[in-house]
């Protein structure tokens, strides 16, 4: 089992900059990518960020492409999003997850997930 906090949201005015935190504990040696998500009141959830934990290979939805970096901190067993340029239309709820599924591709869907943490709300002032 993995557990993960996430923190770091917020309330910040358009243009301004966050920096999310998603703590991981528990069999983290077992992940093979985590990830960021995000879902805005009355949407589905939507891919953000994702990032391998070995090699650190990333990819982002074109919408946060630019403007959002994830990153990890393999010792702290730590996954950030830092996410610059804020919009309004970037308010949601930010939800990270762990994979310890193996895909050959990149980790996009929530289906690929299989450990959430609570979420961290978001929200961008115009």
């Known amino acids: 089992q993995v557990q993960l906090v996430e923190s770091g949201g917020g309330l910040v005015q358009a243009g301004g900059s966050l920096r999310l935190s998603c703590a991981a504990s528990?069999?983290?040696?077992?992940?093979?990518?985590m990830g960021w998500f995000r879902q805005a009141p009355g949407k589905e959830r939507e891919f953000v960020a994702t990032i391998r934990w070995s090699g650190g290979n990333t990819y982002y939805a074109d919408s946060v492409k630019g403007r959002f970096t994830i990153s990890k901190d393999n010792a702290k067993n730590t996954l950030y999003l830092q996410m610059n340029s804020l919009k309004p239309e970037d308010t949601a709820v930010y939800s990270c997850?762990?994979?310890?599924?193996?895909?050959?591709?990149?980790?996009?869907?929530?289906?690929?997930?299989?450990?959430w943490g609570q979420g961290t709300q978001v929200t961008v002032s115009s």
């Open positions: 528990g069999r983290t040696f077992g992940n093979y990518a």
């Open positions: 997850a762990a994979s310890s599924k193996y895909y050959r591709g990149d980790y996009i869907y929530s289906y690929q997930y299989n450990y």
